[in-house]
């Protein structure tokens, strides 16, 4: 294993703007302290302290950490450690926990996540609540001054950027230790537009049925202002991801991608702030570079986004299954994949969403295309397999679900997403084409259920948007459009890992999606749950379009401003950024 020294960082000492002791020199000290106050004065008195989220349980503090010891402050924190809707809200929080800690050095401020109260986790760390990678400082952005603002601050001093909206990133980007946040989160409003026409386009262009919403906007507040206006807007697995961040920036899946594309797909108009100053309003009539870039390209590369556009569809009815197998008889569970693999393409081409759950094992899907008769015809045959063929105790559940908002907890979130603890992932795009030939299906069917059923947390997604296939708008890898699953496996820890056994959790994670990688060499991973050291991570995330993609960044961000890991322009593990990085040979 390569082990880096990285040097040490000077910003993450410039924190410590609420410490008495500062080990620097005093005039070092003194400048960076003004510095930070002239940024705060720039932005209003909307510069506010990263604090991690644990802190108040903590009675002592490693460098640049503020707050204290807060015993009714600690009851809420543990009240709430699992809960993602108080986690979004939090600067200093992260959903997945290793990204707010430093996972080279063990610097954490965490909690046990299955018994908060568990003394023992408190103390285990010398009963230090560290920074970690919490960011330093961030902007508590309200307007595009405030990040124009960021940018000149990091271009005049050196302290690296993050772009933080929820904290939900698989892969640590919305995060840094010595960093200052541009803090979206606090970015509102959701405005629904039904004769949306893009600025600078043409009056006689077709209108669409749209939503304009702020940078900060989450899906719980999108599923109900949907629901008050009878109207459907897509959400992913988890309600509190963020609409206009990383996920639609990224591309964004959901049950309903297959039919009505992805979050990506959807996106016709981004209001943005570029590293070099712009203040852009970005669609297919004017600024058409940066918009396609920003629609799979990935979130925090190009720009800031202020207020994002989305197509949104009217209220609709929701046909949906919920079934579970017993994998206790033998050659059950292989069966059901191989009933999936087999009918994976015409349940593609029938509209269905879905996603098959190794671990359950189960399935939930759904389909807004079909009449409810058409959906029962459509899946009788694995209702059949699974209420009269299977053996052991199976369940079929299928209902016509009213509207989205019925729908969404009970087939949707009814399998929660970890969150509030460390997890992390690895994935492949698996193409349509693999399914064609029994051979393909058969060898798909026996890497699942070899692979999968072993994995702490594995999902096959039935969630490429195949049915609505690839129209040119977005800068997504090209191969989600011929794929019908994105297969992915996980595994999550507790708070008392070391560098040492993290690597093998990586390592482990990273080798055991192989026998999917070798089964599509050509297709690639979707960057927002890939694995964190994806080989080849450009020609996986973004196929062909990385050149394009690559020149673009080149001209928005020539000064690398905002640069994060694996993205595109990414230079390397090797920047300071980058420090709490589990280092991983080859990399
Ligand atoms: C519990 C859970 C469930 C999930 N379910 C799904 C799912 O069903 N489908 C799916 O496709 N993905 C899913 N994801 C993955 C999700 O797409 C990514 O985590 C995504 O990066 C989240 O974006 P965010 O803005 O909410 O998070 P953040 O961590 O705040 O940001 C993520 C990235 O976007 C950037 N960013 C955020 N806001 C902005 C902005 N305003 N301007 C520019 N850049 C910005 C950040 O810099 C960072 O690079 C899930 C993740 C979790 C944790
Ligand atoms: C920024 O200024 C505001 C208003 O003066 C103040 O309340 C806030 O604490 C300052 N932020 C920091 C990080 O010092
Ligand atoms: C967390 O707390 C639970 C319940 O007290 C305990 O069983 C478990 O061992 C603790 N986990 C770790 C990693 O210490
Ligand atoms: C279920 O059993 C019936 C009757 O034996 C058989 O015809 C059918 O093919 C089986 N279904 C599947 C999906 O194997
Ligand atoms: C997308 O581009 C490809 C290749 O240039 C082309 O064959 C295809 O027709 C285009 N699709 C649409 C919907 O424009
Ligand atoms: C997306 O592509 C279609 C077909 O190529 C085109 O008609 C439409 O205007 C595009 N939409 C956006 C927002 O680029
Ligand atoms: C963490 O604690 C659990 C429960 O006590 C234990 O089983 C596990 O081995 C520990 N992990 C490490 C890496 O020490």
Same mark, same amino acid.
């Given at each position: 294993?390569?082990?880096?020294?990285?040097?040490?960082?000077?910003?993450?000492?410039?924190?410590?703007?609420?410490?008495?002791?500062?080990?620097?020199?005093?005039?070092?000290?003194?400048?960076?302290?003004?510095?930070?106050?002239?940024?705060?004065?720039?932005?209003?008195? &909307?510069?506010?302290?990263?604090?991690?989220?644990?802190?108040?349980? $903590?009675?002592?503090?490693?460098?640049?950490?503020?707050?204290?010891?807060?015993?009714?402050?600690?009851?809420?924190?543990?009240?709430?450690?699992?809960?993602?809707?108080?986690?979004?809200?939090?600067?200093?929080?992260?959903? =997945?926990?290793? *990204?707010?800690?430093?996972?080279? #050095?063990?610097?954490?401020?965490?909690? +046990?996540?299955?018994?908060?109260?568990?003394?023992?986790?408190?103390?285990?760390?010398?009963?230090?609540?560290?920074?970690?990678?919490?960011?330093?400082?961030?902007?508590?952005?309200?307007?595009?001054?405030?990040?124009?603002?960021?940018?000149?601050?990091?271009?005049?001093?050196?302290?690296?950027?993050?772009?933080?909206?929820?904290?939900?990133?698989?892969?640590?980007?919305?995060?840094?230790?010595?960093?200052?946040? !541009?803090?979206?989160? =606090?970015?509102?409003?959701?405005?629904?537009?039904?004769?949306?026409?893009?600025?600078?386009?043409?009056?006689?262009?077709?209108? &669409?049925?749209? %939503?304009?919403?702020?940078?900060?906007?989450?899906?719980?507040?999108?599923?109900? $202002?949907?629901?008050?206006?009878?109207?459907?807007?897509?959400?992913?697995?988890?309600?509190?991801?963020?609409?206009?961040?990383?996920?639609?920036?990224?591309?964004?899946?959901?049950?309903?991608?297959?039919?009505?594309?992805?979050?990506?797909?959807?996106?016709?108009?981004?209001?943005?702030?570029?590293?070099?100053?712009?203040?852009?309003?970005?669609?297919?009539?004017?600024?058409?570079?940066?918009?396609?870039?920003?629609?799979?390209?990935?979130?925090?590369?190009?720009? %800031?986004?202020?207020?994002?556009?989305?197509?949104?569809?009217?209220?609709? #009815? %929701?046909?949906?299954?919920?079934?579970?197998?017993?994998?206790?008889?033998?050659?059950?569970?292989?069966?059901?994949?191989?009933?999936?693999?087999?009918?994976?393409?015409?349940?593609?081409?029938?509209?269905?969403?879905?996603?098959?759950?190794?671990?359950?094992?189960?399935?939930?899907?759904?389909?807004?295309?079909?009449?409810?008769?058409?959906?029962?015809?459509?899946?009788?045959?694995?209702?059949?397999?699974?209420?009269?063929?299977?053996?052991?105790?199976? #369940? *079929?559940?299928?209902?016509?679900?009213? +509207?989205?908002?019925?729908?969404?907890?009970?087939?949707?979130?009814? !399998?929660?997403?970890?969150?509030?603890?460390?997890?992390?992932?690895?994935?492949?795009?698996?193409?349509?084409?693999?399914?064609?030939?029994?051979?393909?299906?058969?060898?798909?069917?026996?890497?699942?259920?070899?692979?999968?059923?072993?994995?702490?947390?594995?999902?096959?997604?039935?969630?490429?948007?195949?049915?609505?296939?690839?129209?040119?708008? #977005?800068?997504? +890898?090209?191969?989600?459009?011929?794929?019908?699953?994105?297969?992915?496996?996980?595994?999550?820890?507790?708070? =008392?890992?070391?560098?040492?056994?993290?690597?093998?959790?990586?390592?482990?994670?990273?080798?055991?999606?192989?026998?999917?990688?070798?089964?599509?060499?050509?297709?690639?991973?979707?960057? +927002?749950?890939?694995?964190?050291?994806?080989?080849? $991570?450009?020609?996986?995330?973004?196929?062909?379009?990385?050149?394009?993609?690559?020149?673009?960044?080149?001209?928005?961000?020539?000064?690398?401003?905002?640069?994060? *890991?694996?993205?595109?322009?990414?230079?390397?593990?090797?920047?300071?950024?980058?420090?709490?990085?589990?280092?991983?040979?080859?990399?």
């Amino acid at each position: 294993m390569i082990f880096v020294q990285y040097p040490v960082m000077l910003s993450a000492v410039w924190s410590i703007l609420a410490l008495s002791a500062a080990p620097l020199p005093l005039l070092a000290t003194s400048l960076r302290l003004s510095a930070w106050a002239e940024l705060n004065r720039t932005v209003s008195g &909307r510069l506010v302290q990263g604090v991690p989220f644990a802190r108040a349980c $903590f009675p002592h503090v490693g460098a640049g950490v503020a707050g204290s010891f807060n015993k009714a402050q600690c009851e809420a924190v543990q009240t709430a450690y699992v809960t993602p809707e108080v986690l979004q809200t939090s600067l200093g929080a992260y959903i =997945n926990t290793q *990204w707010e800690t430093c996972q080279a #050095t063990s610097e954490q401020c965490l909690l +046990n996540f299955t018994d908060p109260a568990d003394p023992v986790a408190i103390a285990s760390h010398g009963g230090i609540c560290a920074q970690g990678s919490v960011p330093d400082f961030g902007v508590n952005v309200q307007s595009a001054e405030d990040v124009k603002a960021a940018f000149t601050f990091s271009r005049e001093t050196g302290v690296p950027l993050v772009v933080k909206g929820t904290g939900h990133d698989y892969k640590g980007r919305s995060g840094g230790a010595g960093t200052l946040a !541009i803090w979206t989160h =606090n970015l509102g409003g959701v405005v629904h537009e039904p004769k949306f026409i893009p600025t600078g386009c043409s009056k006689k262009t077709p209108t &669409r049925n749209a %939503v304009t919403i702020g940078a900060g906007v989450a899906y719980e507040e999108l599923v109900d $202002f949907a629901d008050a206006n009878s109207l459907t807007i897509p959400a992913g697995g988890c309600i509190t991801v963020g609409a206009a961040g990383g996920y639609p920036q990224g591309g964004g899946h959901s049950m309903f991608s297959n039919v009505h594309g992805l979050a990506a797909d959807r996106v016709i108009e981004i209001e943005v702030v570029t590293p070099r100053g712009d203040h852009l309003i970005a669609n297919e009539c004017q600024n058409t570079d940066i918009f396609w870039a920003m629609r799979g390209g990935g979130g925090g590369t190009f720009g %800031v986004t202020l207020k994002m556009t989305t197509l949104v569809f009217p209220a609709t #009815t %929701v046909n949906a299954v919920f079934a579970t197998i017993d994998p206790s008889v033998p050659g059950q569970l292989l069966q059901f994949f191989q009933f999936m693999t087999d009918n994976a393409l015409s349940y593609a081409q029938q509209g269905w969403g879905y996603y098959l759950y190794p671990s359950l094992p189960g399935i939930s899907m759904s389909n807004t295309i079909l009449s409810e008769k058409e959906a029962q015809a459509s899946v009788k045959t694995l209702m059949d397999l699974v209420t009269k063929n299977f053996t052991g105790t199976n #369940t *079929w559940e299928m209902t016509l679900e009213p +509207n989205y908002k019925t729908y969404y907890p009970k087939y949707v979130t009814r !399998i929660p997403v970890p969150v509030g603890f460390a997890m992390t992932i690895s994935s492949r795009l698996m193409p349509a084409k693999n399914f064609e030939t029994a051979a393909g299906r058969q060898a798909i069917a026996s890497a699942m259920t070899s692979i999968m059923k072993e994995a702490p947390v594995a999902i096959a997604f039935g969630v490429a948007p195949f049915f609505h296939g690839n129209t040119n708008n #977005t800068s997504v +890898n090209p191969a989600w459009y011929d794929s019908l699953w994105h297969l992915a496996i996980a595994n999550t820890w507790n708070y =008392n890992q070391t560098a040492s056994s993290l690597t093998t959790i990586y390592q482990d994670l990273s080798t055991g999606i192989e026998p999917f990688r070798k089964l599509a060499p050509t297709s690639g991973a979707y960057p +927002n749950e890939a694995d964190v050291y994806e080989p080849n $991570f450009a020609e996986s995330f973004w196929g062909s379009n990385y050149p394009r993609l690559l020149a673009i960044k080149q001209k928005y961000d020539p000064e690398h401003l905002l640069d994060c *890991w694996q993205c595109v322009g990414w230079k390397g593990p090797k920047d300071p950024r980058y420090k709490c990085y589990i280092p991983i040979e080859g990399l």
